[in-house]
């Protein structure tokens, strides 16, 4: 079973910060929070991950709470290609590469 | 760098069948990933490959099987098909062993139909 919780549904108008929560209360000390994205009808694609700092790329920022339980992906200017399913998901310590996909948000940009 | 490539695209086979599905891993990675997505469910993991040995399996019957290649290209098979099998068969690559926390890199996916 998938070890985060996420909102079924989140709507953000274009241009706009969308942030996008997460819930991962049995989070391990080893375990890092991933996040991934999909676009209808492609692969998962990955964006961020971080272990309890917080972490910027290209693409998103990664804020993690200082207990770790919890953690918000922000997308700072949304736009209608940010339209996808996110994916948070907690990395098992030790076993490797498998990654748990729960059911992830559905983020809707609106124009 | 062509990235993670699948074949074929969409397959419709009928129940009973056996199907194999193919991955390319993306250039320089060594570890593959296969992934089942029901419609309007996330991926489900099946299995990984390094070093052309399965290193980890999901909860998946052993009518799903796997192979890597020397060249780290895989391949997944799934014997008697059911109806439940039609899904997006998903693969994914990464680089390093098994214990690493790189990120993995997927493919556009098998649209797998069972009639």
């Known amino acids: 079973d998938a070890k985060t919780t996420q909102p079924t549904s989140m709507d953000c108008a274009e241009g706009r910060a969308a942030n996008l929560p997460c819930n991962h209360s049995?989070?391990?000390?080893?375990?890092?929070v991933y996040w991934y994205r999909q676009i209808h009808s492609q692969g998962p694609q990955y964006i961020i991950h971080?272990?309890?700092n917080n972490e910027t790329n290209e693409m998103a920022s990664l804020i993690i709470t200082e207990d770790r339980k919890s953690s918000t992906l922000i997308l700072p200017h949304a736009t209608l290609r940010d339209t996808a399913v996110y994916y948070c998901i907690v990395r098992p310590g030790g076993e490797g590469g498998k990654l748990i996909f729960g059911q992830g948000t559905e983020l809707s940009v609106k124009p | 760098d062509a990235g993670v490539t699948q074949s074929p695209t969409h397959l419709i086979k009928t129940r009973g069948q056996q199907v194999t599905l193919r991955c390319s891993p993306k250039?320089?990675?060594?570890?593959v990933s296969w992934y089942q997505q029901a419609l309007g469910q996330g991926p489900q993991f099946i299995f990984q490959?390094?070093?052309?040995?399965?290193?980890q399996r999901g909860n998946f019957p052993d009518r799903f099987s796997g192979h890597q290649f020397p060249n780290y290209s895989s391949e997944l098979n799934v014997n008697a098909l059911l109806l439940g099998d039609s899904a997006l068969y998903l693969c994914?690559?990464?680089?390093?062993?098994?214990?690493?926390?790189?990120?993995?890199?997927f493919g556009p996916g098998t649209r797998l139909t069972v009639l």
């Open positions: 490959y390094y070093e052309e040995e399965e290193r």
């Open positions: 049995t989070i391990s000390g080893n375990e890092y």
């Open positions: 971080g272990l309890k």
């Open positions: 250039s320089g990675h060594d570890t």
């Open positions: 994914a690559s990464s680089s390093g062993q098994v214990s690493s926390y790189n990120e993995q890199f």
